[in-house]
C-alpha cells in the first residue's frame, strides 16, 4: 500500500514523497518519486509496486545475488523475496580442488538499515498541523532553521 505524504511540483513533472508497505520490515519505507503532472500519483505508484519494493530490497540488501533464484515463473520480487527467506546468502568462489572443480564459500549479506529519503522538513509537517499554540509553533520554527 502506498500512502501519499507530501507533493512538490517540478518545471516539468511532480514529485511524490510517500509510505510504501512492505512486508518484510515492520513499519512503512519512506520514499519518492516522479510522475507526470497530470496523473494520479497514488496509481502512479501503486501500478509499480513490486518494482518499488524490489527497488528497495536491493538497496537494503546491497550485492544480492537474487538473480540465481530467478526463473520462467517467477518476478524479480518473488526471486528476491525467495533469496532472503533462503539466508541472504552469496556463493563466492575461493579458489580450486585438486581435481580442478571451484571451491565455494557462502557469505551473508546483512541488511542495511533503512535510511529516509524524505527531506527533515517533511517530518514536521504532524508536528505543524497539531500544534495548538504560538509557543508550539515557534519551538517548529527553531528545528526547521536548525535543519535548514
Known amino acids: 500500500m502506498i500512502e501519499i505524504i507530501h507533493m512538490r511540483e517540478n518545471e ?18 519512506e520514499w519518492h ?7 494520479n500519483p497514488k496509481k502512479y ?24 533464484f530467478q526463473t520462467m515463473e517467477t518476478t524479480r520480487l518473488q526471486a528476491m523475496r525467495a533469496w532472503i527467506s533462503a539466508g541472504h546468502k552469496n556463493k563466492i568462489q575461493i579458489g ?20 529516509s529519503t524524505h527531506p527533515e522538513s517533511l517530518k514536521l509537517n504532524d508536528e505543524i498541523d497539531n500544534a495548538k499554540t504560538l509557543n508550539e509553533l515557534k519551538g517548529i520554527v527553531k528545528k526547521v532553521i536548525l535543519i535548514i
Open 45 to 68: 505508484f501503486e501500478a509499480m509496486e513490486d518494482d518499488l519494493i524490489f527497488l528497495i530490497l536491493c538497496k537494503m540488501y546491497d550485492r544480492a545475488e537474487w538473480v540465481a
Open 96 to 115: 580450486f580442488y585438486k581435481n580442478g572443480k571451484p571451491k565455494y564459500k557462502y557469505e551473508i549479506i546483512e541488511k542495511q538499515a533503512w535510511k
Open 12 to 29: 516539468n513533472d511532480q514529485t511524490a514523497f510517500f509510505k510504501i508497505d512492505i512486508k518484510e520490515e515492520t513499519s512503512p519505507i
Open 33 to 39: 518519486g516522479d510522475c507526470p503532472k497530470d496523473v
